[in-house]
């Protein structure tokens, strides 16, 4: 099979805008996307960047917009694009490093201000704690996120306004919120009582379509809201603390 | 020039959990060739193992018989004491995890769920789903950002600095803008992880090129038991992407194109779940004696256990079956065959994680303490990471707080990255000569024929002999273009030298050692012999050249018995 690689090229410290660039890939082979793009890099120019590492969908290096479509190089498998034209692109809403490769400093910043950590009591049970498995199903979908960044990309509410914190962070801070070991209060967490927070989302459900690993992250922001509106009536009553 | 007093090289597991038990009060800072979260630790399917008891099939479980289990599995070539403690240290290891925040499967009275795994007496795994890795990996790097742990990422270390006697630092090739600095430190911790890219077949990531372990044999530190190379038995063909041996440990069957469980005829009682090494060689035998199918797999059946089950327990197993190998194994069983998978041996270290190099650690699967001898019983490597990383980032802690000497000189510092730059400048000036992946290819294709899971003295000796052919062709290495920013050409080329020395010191080992113990097996020498054999291989760089010694197995109550399962 023999297909064409449009891929958008750019060196910031050399060109003044990216480009798109052809290459003429044949392969008997099913091969990945991932896999295509290292059989170019190295048979015809080495310099093209991007970035891999685990080639099994779970390190969430690959992300990218394969023919307009959000997803993980590495679980793409040329044939299942059903063209020969392939056009591959950086994500959107980030800034170029260099060719495929993005600045994914806002991303972590977002996941940062959530403060993505378990707040555990001081002292441990020694025994372990005792969980009902229904309560952790809750989270299940959360843990499965692999912070790749495509909703993150996708998101139409950080297209235009930065500030917004993303589906990402969102889904992430929903799945502490849930977990029925975190202690943390609900003055703490409701700081993202905020048009930059959870009420920024559109809920034009773009994370959930994207993500590769089936997160529904837009599932995570509902939750969070009605978290919100819950503790907010609560507070009313003083029975929050 | 940037100093800190510890320095953790890779930000897996292992160097995650060395960062996290560093004394607050020192300067830290990881250095990873990717961001942590990228780190091959994420792919880890199966589980943990620790000796907790929580099934009721497990109640009389306990630390010595996990430590048992252990020092059987390795075909008593584990140091027992090291053994001993990574049991013992097991059952609060994992509690500390739960409290940390990973979210572990839950047993039906809602503790931590255990499943069985290969060579276990009884159900010891705890898991979450077969995404164990991932959610540890998440969750310590959470617990790294509330600690404000200073992280360089896709900064690729390329050299120990080591100034009388005394390791002082790295010099790393920073990604993004391309340029090569001296990084200087009172201690350095490696976790920098295994190997698995040195042969065609691997279940590791891209980004494991062993290249840590080849730093520490350049700066002079041995490497121990290095021809101990651990084949998981079960990898999707053809793509060699893991399917956990938690789908035995959930009741998966292994059959030939007979429609047999032929295991029956390796290990009559243990079945599937017999440890790696043996069940790696049942499959491969059968394939070989014309078993298989298309003569290169068997097939792994699911399909008994349900689509609940195969939904609730291994999720992401269906997810690469459906995404990689194009079926469903709700519907059909799973193609698949033994690919490298682990590295029992690495940077020889002892219980503390130093190697003879002061101010120099190692944890995790780069280094060899060794708890796992010729072959590593699976939920074992997780477990050692957060065991000896933790001990690691402690005992480097002390180190610092006790040293007297001063920092390294600025001028050793940047005369090491300076030859560090020319060495790079010098592939990029050349106009023609050898590239990156064709130096690798050609090692991988001779380790993959020649050191494979069978072995004999003519192919350990041709491989030798043709690697060292290979380093000379690496003098002749070239990078088209000059661009230095995100050049995976250059990390290759760096990389490729480290891993010349490495298969060289496996395949050494493998000549030298005539016997056949845990995951080594000589065709030409297939009895274990405890008489000569029961001792670790240490190699270490003599005038340019490996020097091979013996070191004495500690055993301290686990005399060597036959092992059969």
Redesign the interface.
Known sequence: MKYTFRILRFDPAVDQNPCFVDYVYETEEKKSLLEALMDIRNDEDCTLSFRYSCREAVCGSCAMVINGRFDLACRTMLESLGTSVIVVEPLPNLEIQKDLIVDMEPFWRALFAVEPYLFSGEKRPEKGYQIDDRQMEKIDPYVNCILCGCCYSACPVVARDERYLGPAALAKLYRFVQDPRDLRGFKRWSRVNTETGAWGCDTVFKCNEVCPRKVRPADGIEGLRRRLVIGKLRSLFKREK | MITHDILVVGGGLAGLSAALSVDPRLSLAIVSR??P????S??AQGGINAA?GNSPEGKDDNWEKHAFDTIKGSDYLADQQAAELMCREAVPA???L????V?F??S?????AQRPFGGAGFPRTCF??D?TG??IV??LF??A??NQVKVYDEALVTKLVVENGRCVGVVVYDL?SGQILPMRARAVIFATGGYGRVYLKTTN???NHGSGIGMAYRAGVALKDMEFVQYHPTSIFP?N??ITEGARGEGGHLVNNKGRRFMEDYAASAMELAPRDIVARAIQTEVDKGNGFEDEYVHLDLRHLGQKKIDKRLP?VR??CI??G?LDPVEKPIPIQPAQHYSMGGIDVDAHCASALPGFYAAGECACVSVHGANRLGGNSLLETVVFGKIAGREASNFVSGLEQKDASERTMFAEAQAEKEKVEAWISRSGGK???HLLNDLKVVMSEKVGIFRTKKQLEEALEKIREIREDYGRAF???R?L?????IVNLIEFGYMVDLTEVITLGALLREETRGSHYRRDFPRRDDARWLKHTLVRLKDGKPDVSYRDVQITKYQPQERTY
């Open positions: 990717v961001h979260l990228r780190s091959h994420v792919a907790l994992i509690y500390e739960e409290h940390l925040g979210p499967s839950r039906p009275a809602g503790l931590i979450a789903a995404r991932l959610v998440h969750t959470e617990r950002v509330k993004a990531a891209y980004i793509k992407i893991l992401s997810e690469i995404k990689f194009g590239m990156a992946h990078v088209s273009g661009c920013r995100y050049s995976q050409a």
